[in-house]
């Protein structure tokens, strides 16, 4: 099983910048699905993007797509998450995971604690 570690969150201004990273602490990632979610406060998780084991395929929820970019570097075990043009409604815990494709958190198995963004206007 693997365990994963989030880092590259802080507070930034609306219409700004932030690269999430995500890099196996224990196991390596480059068989798995990797995905990341998000939960505002008073909001249920929500589903972001996914890139499949092999970077071919990727699925971004609509309010991201155009946005945020997914990638992964399985030489240094980790998995990004690009964001830009970042507004107050990306403000949330992201939590990256390891599963199975998909865009349900039932998909994955393996979950990061998460790492806060905070968006001001």
């Known amino acids: 099983q693997v365990q994963l570690v989030e880092s590259g969150g802080g507070l930034v201004q609306a219409g700004g910048s932030l690269r999430l990273s995500c890099a196996a602490s224990?196991?390596?990632?480059?068989?798995?699905?990797m995905g990341w979610f998000r939960q505002a406060p008073g909001k249920e998780r929500e589903f972001v993007a996914a890139m499949n084991w092999n970077g071919i395929r990727t699925t971004y929820a609509d309010s991201v797509k155009g946005r945020f970019t997914i990638s992964r570097d399985d030489a240094k075990n980790t998995v990004y998450l690009q964001m830009n043009s970042l507004n107050t409604e990306d403000t949330a815990v992201y939590h990256c995971?390891?599963?199975?494709?998909?865009?349900?958190?039932?998909?994955?198995?393996?979950w990061g604690q998460g790492a806060q963004v905070t968006v001001s206007s």
């Open positions: 995971a390891a599963g199975a494709f998909g865009v349900e958190a039932g998909s994955y198995g393996a």
């Open positions: 224990k196991g390596t990632l480059n068989s798995y699905t």
